[in-house]
């Protein structure tokens, strides 16, 4: 690549790779890896045969507008804002390494998907909880899905936070009732989102 604008020539994939690793330390392992989904669509787009984006210092406000659109035509209002939120960080980072012209990350337009799009639209009535448990326990008793479903019922826990539970974070009688500890391990791949601040005992049934 040959230096364009005064700019250091920098690739899209290298921008992306040098945007995580400036994150990394202040951000939790399940957030890097959102951006990293996030930016991977970026890439994706700069391979598109109109695109070609090759090198950063070309990336312009104009270029961003198409992206945005790009984008829009794609995900729902609040995938969308959490996409650009994240570009226009990477730009911002892009612009601190000389590799995109000053003041393009102020002209990165992030969309707010209003409060009735921020919603989710499906809800999990009780009398609907308790017939899957029923039918799980049933026909599928100690399964895997049975185990999942009422543990994500019963405790109101995030995917994320279900997939970390090991066998030892399961009290029975150490208290007056039987205990899960929710515990942040990202040595093992498995942090909580709040990172250790999410870290959490929570009374289950016999």
């Known amino acids: ?23 990394e330390s202040e951000l939790s392992q399940s957030t890097i890896y959102e951006h990293t989904c996030r930016l991977n669509r970026f890439l994706e787009w700069t391979d598109l045969p109109d695109v070609e984006l090759e090198n950063l210092n070309d990336l312009d406000s104009r270029m961003c507008r198409e992206y945005l659109a790009h984008r829009q035509e794609n ?23 000389n590799a995109v012209v000053s003041g393009l990350a102020k002209k990165v337009k ?64 150490e208290y007056e009732r039987p205990v899960i500890k929710f515990k942040n391990r990202p040595q093992t791949g498995t942090p909580l989102k709040n990172n250790r601040w999410g870290e959490r005992e929570v009374p289950v049934s016999g």
């Open 110 to 173: 992030v969309p707010t998907a209003n409060k009735r799009q921020q919603a989710r639209k499906v809800a999990l009535h009780s009398e609907h909880a308790t017939a899957i448990e029923k039918y799980l326990s049933k026909y599928e008793y100690a399964s895997l899905r049975h185990a999942l479903f009422t543990l994500m019922w019963k405790t109101g826990a995030r995917t994320g936070g279900i997939r970390a539970l090991d066998l030892r974070d399961f009290y029975p009688d």
């Open 75 to 97: 995900v729902a209002p609040t995938t969308l804002e959490n996409s650009m939120r994240t570009f226009r960080l990477a730009v911002e980072e892009w612009e601190a390494i």
């Open 1 to 23: 690549m040959t230096r364009i604008h005064g700019l250091e020539p920098l690739t899209p994939q290298e921008g992306v790779q040098m945007y995580l690793q400036s994150r």
